[in-house]
Structure formats: structure tokens, C-alpha cells
């Protein structure tokens, strides 16, 4: 956080120098992105990422759009425009917040992005198969996928009963742990590894993290087997999908 001086800002653990929450997924060749918040150049240069297929986002707040602008790069380098998966109401903001890409469309150096709207049920991106969770930010509808046995959820504190059964037999379980305090929008950690447990799945990574929840270290070593904080720069491979 800007001028904070905690032991997690002021730590010089990689693992608590965190940016903004996005996920890359690939498959087969198709790199799936989900959300572009404000630090997407860094964070598209650290992981060398050049060639993204889609991208889908969860909802319309700044952390998760602010850098659309950075897939300019992608298509200068791809050759051609960008398919963003959203929501009537993210579209709404998106052409509200990026204007200067939907009037101005033939001029040289813009993003070029196609909107496309997230069909209910499950559907193909390239070789992935993907399904939308309707979910909850407060009052804030959002969505959260699951791709095979994996399911991303980030900026949520509900979840619906009719999305229940799209969250089983999972391998991995990834969703937002904000905070230990309760918060009007986010769940909390204890909040997440109850519905991780809930859920029987065998691994479970927090994301979404505040520097209010603490070290990674010390936060690590209180949690169970299966049961972890996700950081930047995390990978890992799901065999089975």
C-alpha cells in the first residue's frame, strides 16, 4: 500500500509484494486472461506473457479493468484484435471508461478489442471449456469461472445456491481472502477455508489478499495441508484437465 510502513508492506518476502489479482489459464496453446487491473504491463512482463487468446472479466471496478489499454502490445504482436468476455454492465463501463477506443476506432495505436457477452452454460474458448459463477460483491453482481476440476473466484461474499453444484469436484479452489476482520464485500480467510472444507477439495489457494491479513510466511505456517496463500508468480498444472 502507498505510504504504509507495516511489516507487510516493509517486507522483503517476494510472496508479500503483491499486485493487483489476475489469472492467466492455458490449455493446448489457448492463454485465457482474467481481468486486467492497473498493473498488467508489470505483470504481463514478468511472467513474459506475448499471446493472450481471450480475456475475461469479473466485474467492472478499476483493480480488475485499468489496464485494458495494455493489450495494445498484444495486438500489435498478434496481429489482430482481442475478444474481452464480460457482462451487459461491465460493457456499459468499459465503453464508458475506454471511449476514446469505441469512438475512435480507426485511429493508429489503440486497443483493438472485440465485446463479447458471456453465454450462460458452459462454453469453448480455443481448447478450453469454460463455465460463468453468477456471484456476489456486496451488492455488485460478478462472475467467477471454472475451467475443468479449477474454479477462480475473486471479489466475492456470496455464493448463490444455484451456483453451489457448479463448485463440485474440484482439484483446485481459488478464492478471495481478503482480511481476518469481517468486510462488507470479501470474504475472510476463515470464511474461505470454511467453504474450501466444505467443499472436500484437496487444494485451496487464498488470493486477493490485503496487507492487513499479514505475513506470508507466518500466515502459511498456521494453515493445513492443501490449504495456502496464493502469490505472484504462482503456476501449477491440473494433469486431468
Given at each position: ?40 504491463r508489470?505483470?504481463?512482463l514478468?511472467s ?30 498478434q ?8 457482462t451487459?454492465?461491465v ?9 476514446y ?10 486497443p ?51 451456483e ?6 474440484l ?7 481478503l482480511?481476518?476482520?469481517a468486510?462488507h ?34 500466515i ?6 492443501g ?5 505472484d ?7 486431468s484437465?
Open positions: 500500500m502507498i505510504g504504509c510502513d507495516c511489516k507487510v508492506c516493509q517486507s522483503d518476502n517476494p510472496k508479500d509484494q503483491r499486485l493487483r489479482s489476475s489469472f492467466l489459464v492455458e490449455r493446448m496453446g489457448t492463454r485465457i486472461l482474467i481481468d486486467a487491473g492497473p498493473d498488467l508489470q505483470q504481463l514478468r513474459n506473457t506475448h499471446d493472450i487468446d481471450a480475456v475475461l472479466i469479473t466485474h467492472q471496478h478499476q483493480d480488475h479493468t485499468a489496464g485494458l489499454d495494455e493489450l495494445r502490445a498484444i495486438n500489435f504482436i496481429g489482430h484484435s482481442i475478444p474481452i468476455y464480460c451487459e454492465a460493457e456499459a463501463r468499459l465503453r464508458e471508461q475506454y471511449s477506443i469505441f469512438q475512435n476506432s480507426k485511429y493508429p495505436g489503440i483493438q478489442i472485440d465485446l463479447i457477452r458471456i453465454p450462460e452454460g458452459p462454453f469453448q474458448i480455443g481448447n478450453i471449456e469454460l463455465e460463468a459463477l453468477e456471484l456476489q460483491h456486496a451488492n455488485l453482481p460478478v462472475l467467477g469461472f471454472r475451467f475443468g476440476k479449477l474454479v477462480y473466484l475473486t471479489d466475492v461474499n456470496f455464493i448463490p445456491e444455484s453451489w453444484p457448479k463448485l463440485k469436484g482439484e483446485v479452489f481459488i478464492l478471495n481472502a482480511r481476518h476482520e468486510h464485500s470479501h470474504f475472510t480467510l476463515s470464511e474461505a477455508l470454511e467453504i474450501a472444507d466444505r467443499l472436500e477439495v484437496p487444494q485451496f489457494y487464498a488470493t486477493h489478499i490485503s496487507h492487513q491479513l499479514g505475513l506470508h510466511t507466518e502459511e505456517s498456521e494453515l493445513k495441508n490449504r495456502n496463500l496464493a502469490y508468480g504462482l503456476r501449477f498444472t491440473l494433469a484437465s
